[in-house]
């Protein structure tokens, strides 16, 4: 059973500058999760999709940061513009459904000079 | 408001020797409990789960741990660790909105 899959796996940008994430779900997962890893801490949850629609967006900075789940598949996370602070591995991760075990992504290493 | 608490920064154990970390949880109700690694440059690795039941829970890797409702503690233990135990751990409260520690780097001596 092929695993999460994020793109890219790095990526290097200026601040103010905008970038985006892709991740494909392991298949037939109804629930798909991004996550925020800064370094030195545990990852932070950004959102959460079932199936195509938000159940939970709370931590979510929606000034800057945007995310879709387009055919409740692949999704895909925004931020712009970006800053210093987003600097961080952006974990996505995947369940058959709500409460459940989270199958993570290898994640994405932005930086933001 | 749910959170989790890993006491132990970073941890160095010599190879062969036993392991144990810690992690303490705040949540509300019945808590979903898990403990994840994290290799450098990897994603996330479930290494076990507590739902119900047995407090005592096996994973992989020869790893274990105890859930204390009394002590709102789910301690992770290894009996003999392995270099390749070197990595990071976290401890997360759920069910769904997962909740995590800042873990615990782990250093193995020869």
């Known amino acids: 059973e092929a695993g999460v899959a994020q793109s890219p796996r790095y990526k290097i940008i200026e601040k103010r500058q905008s970038v985006a994430f892709w991740c494909n779900p392991i298949?037939?997962?109804?629930?798909l999760y991004w996550y925020q890893q800064i370094l030195g801490q545990g990852p932070k949850l950004l959102i959460q999709?079932?199936?195509?629609?938000?159940?939970?967006d709370s931590q979510l900075p929606k000034d800057r940061f945007s995310a879709e789940r387009l055919k409740g598949v692949d999704s895909t996370l925004k931020i712009q513009p970006a800053k210093l602070e987003d600097s961080a591995v952006y974990l996505c991760?995947?369940?058959?459904?709500?409460?459940?075990?989270?199958?993570f992504g290898p994640g994405t290493r932005l930086t933001v000079l | 408001a749910q959170s989790v608490t890993q006491p132990d920064i970073h941890i160095t154990v010599s190879e062969g020797a036993s392991l144990e970390l810690r992690c303490n949880y705040s949540?509300?109700?019945?808590?979903?409990l898990f403990w994840y690694v994290q290799s450098p440059g990897q994603g996330l690795q479930l290494l076990l789960k507590?739902?119900?039941?047995?407090?005592l829970v096996q994973g992989i890797k020869g790893f274990e741990a105890e859930f204390k409702r009394s002590q709102s503690s789910f301690n992770l233990r290894k009996p003999s660790v392995h270099w390749s135990d070197a990595a990071e751990y976290f401890c997360?409260?759920?069910?769904?909105?997962?909740?995590f520690g800042a873990g615990t780097t782990v250093t193995v001596r020869a």
């Open positions: 991760a995947s369940s058959p459904w709500t409460a459940n075990e989270q199958f």
């Open positions: 298949s037939g997962h109804a629930t």
């Open positions: 999709f079932q199936n195509n629609g938000v159940v939970d």
């Open positions: 949540y509300g109700a019945t808590p979903y």
């Open positions: 507590y739902f119900s039941g047995d407090t």
């Open positions: 997360a409260v759920g069910p769904s909105k997962l909740s």
